[in-house]
């Protein structure tokens, strides 16, 4: 119970700064992406393409969690701008009836997959590591939240579904339709992000020079296309009254 408490204690500060932590995880990929000088940590060059791969798909899954999951979630449950644990409602359906947790552990895959991408298995490894022990730490803060708000309709079920880890069977139809205006909002800044550092690391690896740029651009291609879109959005949201409400 003392341990319970204190992973409560320490999530409760993280939860108010973890808006940060993905700038980090990109920087230090990107910078560790330029001293590797390789998209993988082999000496073959088809070794380190199926880690790339790996890497993207491991990332990229990780993203496609999180985008169900705001597109399913109630309204007015915490985002990543609020400071505190936000629920008018207990969500057990959905994602939410595989796995407590699943925007956190689309964030733990979206964070190893990003730090992979750097080119080094020790860093892929320390982020996966590091990511488990901030987002189980804020999972418990947040479900001291919600077991004090929901009480027996909680422990009901937190007794069925797992924590971090998902379980393959027992999903429930969402309680909501799948709302795209929401989904896209929240997750906008996640997506540019993610093809922001596929492209950096990328550049970083080739040492920041322009002249060794690949003849296939497909990345870079796909980055201007998503910070389009995301300028595009961030002006909807700003001149237009298409997000109003939205939360």
């Not at 992406?33 to 073959?44: E, I, R, T």
């Not at 890497?55 to 309204?75: M, P, Q």
């Not at 079920?157 to 999903?171: I, K, S, T, Y």
């Amino acid at each position: 119970m003392y341990h319970q408490l204190e992973f409560a204690r320490t999530g409760a500060k993280l939860f108010k700064v973890r808006g940060k932590f993905l700038k980090y995880v990109i920087l230090l990929s990107v910078v560790i992406a330029y001293f590797n000088g390789a998209m993988g940590p082999f000496g073959s060059e088809a070794a380190n393409m199926a880690w790339f791969i790996l890497a993207l798909g491991i990332a990229v899954a990780g993203a496609c969690v999180r985008l169900v999951t705001s597109g399913y979630a109630a309204l007015g449950t915490s985002g990543s701008n609020k400071i505190a644990a936000v629920a008018p409602e207990l969500n057990t359906t959905g994602p939410y009836s595989l796995v407590r947790n699943p925007l956190y552990l689309g964030r733990i895959l979206n964070f190893t997959g990003i730090a992979m991408l750097s080119g080094s298995w020790v860093y892929g490894a320390l982020t996966f590591l590091v990511s488990i022990l901030v987002y189980e730490r804020i999972s418990v803060y947040e479900e001291e939240f919600l077991r004090e708000e929901f009480g027996e309709a909680h422990s009901k079920w937190a007794e069925n579904v797992p924590f971090l880890m998902p379980r393959l069977h027992g999903w429930e139809k969402p309680k909501y339709p799948f709302w795209v205006r929401r989904c896209i909002k929240r997750e906008e800044k996640k997506l540019v992000s993610l093809a922001t550092a596929i492209a950096l690391c990328d550049f970083a690896q080739r040492g920041f020079d322009p002249s060794r740029l690949p003849d296939n651009m497909i990345w870079y291609y796909i980055w201007a296309g998503a910070l389009l879109a995301y300028m595009i959005s961030r002006g909807l949201r700003y001149y237009t009254k298409t997000y109003d409400g939205i939360q």
